[in-house]
Every structure is written in structure tokens, then in C-alpha cells.
């Protein structure tokens, strides 16, 4: 937690909200070429694995409902 780059991060992100049944889509800003390829591998990889995310649910919003 923390020391990952910053495109780790983005698909972190968006692999953590692949990771809940209750959020049906996303709305990606996407820059270039390079944050589109780098936010179609991260969906192509699909939700965290429970262990991840566990761990970035840690970090998370605590009163989401949908993360709750």
C-alpha cells in the first residue's frame, strides 16, 4: 500500500470496483493512448483477488455503502 506506480494505482482502482456486484459501470478518464491500454488490461484482468481486496478495502471508504 503505497509504494506502487501510479498506473498500479489506476488499475487497483478499477479492479476494486470490478470487485463489487453493486457497481454495475465505471466512468474512466482516460487521457492517451498509453491510460487506455494500461485501464483495458486492468478490466481484462478483472476483480482483486480476495486477498487484495481485502487489503485495499482497508483503505476504502468505510461508510460506502457499496464497498460495505
Same mark, same amino acid.
Given at each position: 500500500l503505497g509504494d506502487e506506480p501510479v498506473d498500479a494505482l489506476a488499475?487497483?482502482?478499477l479492479r476494486f470496483? $470490478?470487485?463489487f456486484p453493486a457497481i454495475s459501470s465505471l466512468?474512466?478518464?482516460i487521457r492517451d493512448? !498509453?491510460? $487506455?491500454k494500461v485501464n483495458l488490461e486492468a478490466a481484462r484482468q478483472g476483480?482483486?483477488?480476495?486477498a !487484495?481486496?481485502?487489503r485495499?478495502?482497508?483503505v476504502a471508504v468505510d461508510?460506502?455503502?457499496l464497498v460495505s
Open positions: 488499475s487497483i482502482a470496483c $470490478l470487485s466512468i474512466l478518464g493512448v !498509453a491510460e $487506455l476483480p482483486l483477488d480476495a !487484495a481486496l481485502e485495499w478495502r482497508a461508510d460506502d455503502p
